[in-house]
């Protein structure tokens, strides 16, 4: 593309085909923004459960690099390492991890975040799923018990020791030296006691690493969306969705359907809406197709945790919403301009 | 000093080797009806008749004239054209024999696009002044010290459209230049000065009848398909100076710019002058890698300064290796499916689908399902692709492919 012609009286000029000046978005500089917004996220995690939070996000940020840097070398590639999206699934994918879980658990799943999700498909921009959740959910069917199993928040000892669970040798059960208790969802699920809105809001409640604070969730979407790193109609889309139809249910059947603000402020539902859902590659590309991705996930959520056997359903619902980005993409298409409505004409693939 | 003329069917040289020519004077006559005639732009010897270097890279035929040294440089002017009695027909021929061409940078012979094909009907001329691209300024300076001329202009297409209505649009940044059109605006003209956002590429001429009138031209249509008639603002300026003279065109303005250029602004520079003169008066930086003719989103890299400046010139641009090496140093990644080329396309097209096609070479399946022949590469999708994609590259290439495909297919 780029070639020097001599110029014999004075200079060599560059030929280049145009435009000649660019805009200077790249793909690190998106990446590390969400690094970024997900900070205060992890900070808090941090404040609420102490020295495991810390010790979990390390080693799936380090699972994740080291997995990316190896598999790099295998596929050959040029190298994705630089530009941070390894340790964006690898935090993401800490914060969904239940506080606690054994260490090696988390390495393991961080590998087949970053083999499985991403580096089987072709690595970057190829993975038809979110990484991140690829490798939860696998965790997720591996290890069931491990994966549900909750440390209660703020407890008093946990800047001063890891609990045993963490350290339990790989294949070996762990133990729970603390208390482990219910997740506002599993207590509201199997005994129908609702937590307030207010602790959920702030996230002094139990749950996984990284999901309990919705404020600061909140916070770092608003902050991705106002630097246009983020489609800000996927998160509005599932949360308007889930809002309305717990609304809906709540007000046929109180006693039995959660209310809506519990059900927007509860269990993964913040995180998954506006960090996982919202990864570029694996979501439809095109505005309306974002709203109608953002509508089915979160009628998926609701439907998984008031019908489904499990407290929490917005890993699969977001994986489930990730199989039919294709098809959205495929059926809505921009509208060419100077083209009339009539035209979908099927293009192939 | 060379001549190039390359827009529609080349006009034929009606001089010979070694006849003196006065500035002003018709040196070649257009053949056929998109086609446009060319006048000396200096009173001199004709050198040579042949090849001279284009901007494309390959020679193409020219008229080499000598300047006289020291020669007054006096015009010769043709018969006057009245822009109050002379007929439609009149006024086209008159467009035609004073080598005007679109000033905005595609060079189409201006008559062609202003003669209203039978059954079509034209109510509004739109004055485009809406820059066509980030850089460039002539639009700007040409309403601002040339309104009377555009008003002139005017008169003479309203005649030749028959437009009920006149709208000239200029963008928000240039208040100055809505203020001046207004003031020149002849009492009873009723046209209108619209000032719209600034926006890239709002400058392409669908775009702007869709931003003034919300009217959309249909896919590989012209304005006049919905009833408008667009033309530039310099253009009509041109037509409103060269036509009351009976005279042709010479010169224009073009901006000459960048950081690799010292003494940046718009110049009125003669055609057929070689780029290399133009910019050794200005100045050049020592370290310009890279010069380009037009706006740094369409405009075309040079090989060489020794090409002339044509009727096409809109701006000339230098950057030095600062610039260029910011964009030749970046890699290029994996798309993201970020969607920015999607909401940047001024079109509605799928840049990142497009991509992906090229990449493949499937370039048929590009053309007929996802609609590139419509993309005008106005390189927005390029420009926001945090991947940095070369996509707008991509589609240049795929877009001759398609269309060399399809001259196959109609023998």
Same mark, same amino acid.
Request: aromatic share 6%; hydrophobic share 45%; charged share 15%.
């Given at each position: 593309m780029t070639t020097a012609i001599g110029d014999p009286q004075r200079r060599t000029l560059v030929i280049r085909s145009s435009p000649h000046i660019v805009s200077g978005a790249s793909v690190d500089t998106i990446m590390f923004h969400v690094v970024v917004a997900l900070l205060p996220i992890s900070a808090f995690a941090i404040y609420a459960f102490g020295l495991t939070a810390l010790t979990t996000l390390g080693a799936a940020i380090v699972a994740c690099v080291v997995a990316e840097a190896l598999l790099n070398r295998v596929a050959g590639n040029s190298g994705t390492l630089g530009d941070w999206s390894a340790v964006v699934t690898g935090l993401l994918y800490g914060l969904t991890l239940p506080p606690g879980l054994p260490l090696w658990m988390v390495a393991v799943g961080g590998f087949l975040a970053i083999g499985v999700g991403k580096f089987l498909f072709g690595g970057l921009g190829y993975n038809p799923f979110n990484p991140a959740l690829v490798g939860r959910a696998m965790l997720q069917a591996a290890f069931p018990v491990a994966m549900t199993t909750w440390l209660p928040a703020l407890t008093a000892g946990r800047f001063a020791r890891l609990p045993s669970s963490a350290l339990?040798?790989?294949?070996?059960?762990?133990?729970?030296?603390?208390?482990?208790?219910?997740?506002?969802?599993?207590?509201?699920?199997?005994?129908?006691?609702?937590?307030?809105?207010?602790?959920?809001?702030?996230?002094?409640?139990?749950?996984?690493?990284?999901?309990?604070?919705?404020?600061?969730?909140?916070?770092?979407?608003?902050?991705?969306?106002?630097?246009?790193?983020?489609?800000?109609?996927?998160?509005?889309?599932?949360?308007?969705?889930?809002?309305?139809?717990?609304?809906?249910?709540?007000?046929?059947?109180?006693?039995?359907?959660?209310?809506?603000?519990?059900?927007?402020?509860?269990?993964?539902?913040?995180?998954?809406?506006?960090?996982?859902?919202?990864?570029?590659?694996?979501?439809?590309?095109?505005?309306?197709?974002?709203i109608v991705y953002g509508v089915v996930i979160g009628a998926l959520v609701v439907v998984i945790r008031t019908w489904g056997g499990m407290p929490e359903g917005v890993m699969y619902a977001i994986l489930l919403g990730n199989a039919l980005t294709p098809l959205i993409d495929q059926q809505i298409r921009p509208r060419t301009y100077g083209h009339a409505h009539r035209q979908r004409k099927a293009g192939g693939a | 000093m060379p001549i190039v003329q390359h827009i529609g069917k080349p006009a034929v040289p009606t001089v010979?080797?070694?006849?003196?020519?006065?500035?002003?004077?018709?040196?070649?006559?257009?053949?056929?009806?998109?086609?446009?005639?060319?006048?000396?732009?200096?009173?001199?010897?004709?050198?040579?008749?042949?090849p001279v270097p284009s901007i494309l890279g390959q020679m193409v035929t020219g008229i080499w004239i000598q300047p006289f040294a020291g020669s007054t440089q006096e015009v010769m002017d043709g018969p006057p054209c009245d822009p109050e009695t002379a007929s439609a027909d009149e006024i086209l021929r008159a467009i035609q024999l004073a080598g005007v061409v679109g000033l905005g940078g595609a060079g189409f012979p201006t008559h062609a696009k202003l003669k209203i094909p039978d059954g079509k009907h034209c109510d509004t001329l739109l004055i485009n002044g809406a820059e066509c691209e980030p850089y460039l300024t002539t639009d700007h300076r040409v309403m601002l010290e040339h309104a009377e001329d555009v008003m002139t202009g005017i008169r003479y297409l309203r005649t030749l459209t028959g437009a009920e209505r006149i709208v000239i649009a200029v963008e928000a940044n240039k208040q100055d230049a809505a203020e001046s059109l207004r003031k020149a605006v002849p009492p009873g003209l009723g046209i209108e000065v619209q000032v719209l956002q600034v926006k890239y590429p709002q400058g392409a001429e669908k775009m702007l009848t869709t931003a003034l009138l919300g009217r959309e031209v249909p896919s590989g249509g012209l304005p006049i398909d919905v009833g408008c008639v667009c033309t530039n603002v310099a253009t009509t300026a041109e037509i409103g100076q060269l036509l009351p003279l009976g005279r042709g065109i010479q010169e224009r303005v073009i901006t000459i710019g960048g950081p690799g250029v010292r003494k940046k602004g718009n110049y009125r520079i003669t055609i057929g002058t070689p780029l290399r003169f133009v910019l050794d008066t200005v100045g050049m930086e020592d370290d310009v890698t890279r010069v380009f003719l037009g706006g740094p989103m369409m405009g075309q890299?040079?090989?060489?300064?020794?090409?002339?400046?044509?009727?096409?010139?809109?701006?000339?641009?230098?950057?030095?290796?600062?610039?260029?090496?910011?964009?030749?140093?970046?890699?290029?990644?994996?798309?993201?499916?970020?969607?920015?080329? &999607?909401?940047?396309?001024?079109?509605?097209?799928?840049?990142?689908?497009?991509?992906? &096609?090229?990449r493949n070479g499937r370039y048929e399946e590009m053309a007929n399902g996802y609609h590139l022949l419509d993309c005008f590469e106005c390189g927005s999708c390029t420009y926001v692709c945090p991947s940095h994609i070369p996509l707008v590259q991509h589609f240049r290439v795929a877009k001759k492919q398609v269309r060399k495909l399809q001259a196959k297919a109609v023998p």
């Open positions: 339990a040798l790989p294949f070996c059960e762990p133990t729970y030296d603390v208390l482990t208790g219910p997740t506002p969802l599993s207590a509201w699920k199997f005994d129908h006691v609702a937590e307030a809105a207010s602790d959920l809001a702030l996230g002094y409640v139990s749950g996984s690493t990284g999901e309990t604070c919705a404020v600061l969730i909140l916070l770092g979407g608003v902050y991705l969306a106002l630097r246009r790193m983020m489609s800000w109609r996927i998160p509005v889309a599932i949360l308007a969705t889930v809002a309305l139809l717990s609304a809906v249910l709540h007000a046929i059947e109180p006693a039995r359907y959660a209310s809506a603000p519990f059900m927007l402020l509860s269990g993964g539902l913040m995180l998954g809406a506006v960090f996982m859902a919202t990864d570029m590659v694996s979501s439809p590309m095109t505005h309306p197709g974002a | 010979r080797e070694g006849q003196e020519v006065t500035r002003g004077q018709r040196i070649a006559e257009p053949d056929g009806f998109v086609s446009v005639a060319m006048h000396a732009p200096v009173s001199g010897t004709v050198r040579r008749i042949g890299a040079v090989s060489s300064l020794d090409i002339p400046i044509t009727k096409g010139t809109t701006g000339i641009i230098a950057f030095t290796e600062r610039e260029t090496g910011r964009v030749a140093k970046v890699r290029e990644y994996p798309c993201i499916r970020c969607g920015s080329c &999607l909401e940047a396309c001024p079109i509605f097209l799928n840049p990142s689908q497009l991509g992906l &096609l090229a």
